[in-house]
């Protein structure tokens, strides 16, 4: 295995940090923690986004070191969050415009409504990436189920996965049809940190899947271990860095995505300039307009 560019020393030693976690818990009164959280945040100078609901936490946040290691101290001193995984990279200071800490109904969204379920009684099993790892080597027949969004899919994959056209998280109940022909083999659900995995191995589970793990710590966790190994390309975030790279110095570093006017690699993301669209798509930088602005192909829209 590769050494990391960065590692747990070097991420302790650089200026700024993000915080990347979540948990499937009872929080009995949202809205009340919800303050007290953006409190706690405003008082150590963390930006970020946070989501609180009955179901549980999850958050992305950043802030000068330090201040991100307490924040982690105060979350593992609360019994909810104890043995919460708490995933930490380097941060540049600018990730995130804001502190958003808001109460909703679910801390991610599948819109279920009567087919609703708690992740904390029915998900699937944990799977560590060493565990994954070790699957991959060894030719163990399972099947890597990607269950994030198209746009990140793009530019980021397991080698051999399996991709249900998902446009966004909300979508899995309507391509569960694609997964049918999985429901007796072994499934491992993927995704950026394991907010999501988790709660769509729930969903298998609860829909006739027989044998269902999910990545403990999702891709990030794996990234982290094994660098640029059966996981090629990038993996996107959802702040200001939009994608993170993982460095090996054995196995170096692939760019997979594809340039959506000329299909050259790239992993560089633009928002579409014309007003009628704002499409997130992959642009290389000599596709952009004479003006440095993005736009896709559909016809230009400006105010």
């Given at each position: ?34 303050d007290e959280h953006r ?88 799977l560590k990436a060493e ?173």
């Open positions: 295995m590769g050494k990391l560019k960065f590692s747990g020393i070097m991420r302790l030693m650089s200026e700024f940090q993000v915080l990347l976690y979540y948990k499937y818990v009872t929080v009995e009164n949202p809205e009340y923690f919800r409190v706690l945040c405003e008082k150590l100078n963390l930006k970020g986004r946070i989501i609180v609901a009955q179901e549980g936490l999850n958050g992305t946040v950043e802030g000068r070191t330090e201040d991100t290691e307490e924040y982690a101290r105060i979350l593992k001193n609360d019994p909810r969050f104890a043995d919460m995984d708490i995933k930490r990279s380097v941060g540049t200071g600018a990730a995130f415009p804001r502190l958003s800490v808001k109460a909703r109904s679910e801390i991610v969204s599948m819109h279920l409504g009567e087919q609703d379920f708690s992740p904390t009684r029915v998900t699937g099993k944990y565990e994954l790892h070790e699957w991959i080597l060894s030719g163990k027949e399972f099947y890597i189920v990607d269950m994030r969004n198209d746009y990140e899919y793009k530019v980021g994959r397991f080698e051999g996965s399996l991709f249900p056209n998902l446009e966004n998280f909300r979508d899995v109940p309507k391509v569960l049809p694609e997964l049918e022909s999985l429901k007796n083999k072994t499934v491992v659900t993927v995704c950026t940190g394991g907010v999501r995995c988790e709660k769509a191995s729930g969903f298998l589970v609860q829909n006739g899947f027989n044998d269902v793990y999910q990545l403990y710590g999702g891709i990030v966790t794996y990234m982290e271990k094994y660098p640029n190994e059966h996981f090629k390309g990038s993996l996107y975030v959802f702040d200001k860095r939009i994608v993170m790279k993982f460095e090996s110095d054995t196995v170096p570093h692939e760019i997979i995505g594809r340039c959506q006017k000329c299909d050259v690699p790239t992993d560089h993301y633009v928002n579409c300039q014309n007003l009628a669209c704002h499409m997130h798509f992959l642009c290389c930088e000599k596709c952009l307009a004479e003006d440095g602005k993005a736009y896709c192909e559909k016809e230009v829209v400006t105010a």
